[in-house]
């Protein structure tokens, strides 16, 4: 099968000071045996050297807004200007490492059901078959087995219908899932890949505790319940015990969040890390 068995989509990056890398991932995404029709890059915080290459390098650039950086209007602001019924949001520092990654993501009939809003794919290299696919719906999509735009193709139907929520500041491609799964019974497609790499230096605890804490004011209130709680209490006293001063923090950490939800939601801005 050639590239045109395959339906159109455009591929959407977000960057932000985000070379060599995204050099790389463009480069890969336009080596797929299915390549995006167009590639839209919105841009933040790079130098105008660098703002120069992008434009090269894509069809089209677009410069973030003069204000505070927000995940979910970047998204939106790219699906707004796509002229495909695809969306394939992909961060700068997802690199697709076989040339039929997309060719493989297209293969698995279910993706074109209506009840499926796209799929999911997840960068697991000790996958040994390659890729290894499930459907995610309400009955399993969790905070910690969920929904991840880093790399994710979506019907852009449902990104016009219901855009990604700005107040939400972290984990807003988890809470745009919930809101399709949990509410409308939808599901997507899961695929575990071994050829694909998550190269993202920012990764840090913030992240992490900030994504839990989004997570359980919009997409899984169940997080502040008492047997969350009691989760986070036991890895916090197994982190001490194993004298893991990180984990320990990290644990204690997202256990004072959730229990401060229980009282007060809590407001923070959108960011890289």
Request: some cysteine; hydrophobic content about 35%; charged content about 25%.
């Amino acid at each position: 099968m050639n590239s045109l068995s395959y339906p159109e989509y455009s591929a959407i990056i977000r960057t932000s000071a985000s070379f060599p890398i995204v050099v790389d991932v463009i480069k890969a995404l336009k080596g797929q045996s299915c390549p995006p029709k167009e590639i839209i890059i919105v841009d933040s915080k790079s130098t105008e050297e660098d703002r120069l290459k992008l434009g090269q390098m894509s069809d089209q650039l677009i410069i973030y807004p003069d204000e505070d950086f927000n995940f979910s209007k970047a998204i939106n602001i790219g699906v707004e200007r796509a002229k495909t019924d695809l969306v394939l949001i992909i961060s700068s520092h997802v690199l697709m490492q076989d040339d039929r990654v997309m060719e493989q993501c297209f293969s698995y009939e279910d993706i074109w059901s209506e009840s499926c809003i796209g799929a999911c794919l997840y960068p697991s290299p000790s996958i040994a078959e390659g890729y290894k696919f499930r459907i995610m719906d309400r009955t399993n999509h969790s905070p910690y087995d969920g929904f991840s735009n880093s790399c994710a193709i979506i019907k852009k139907v449902y990104i016009d219908q219901r855009p990604f929520r700005e107040e939400v500041f972290s984990a807003e491609d988890q809470e745009w899932a919930a809101y399709y799964l949990q509410r409308l019974n939808k599901c997507f497609i899961g695929i575990s890949c071994s050829k694909l790499l998550y190269l993202n230096s920012r990764v840090n605890d913030i992240k992490k505790i900030n994504e839990i804490t989004s997570m359980a004011m919009y997409s899984f209130p169940e997080l502040i319940k008492f047997k969350s709680l009691c989760k986070y209490f036991r890895l916090t006293i197994q982190s001490i015990r194993a004298g893991e001063r990180r984990k320990f923090l990290l644990n204690f950490r997202i256990l004072c969040e959730l229990i401060m939800l229980r009282f007060r939601k809590i407001k923070r801005n959108s960011t890289y890390y």
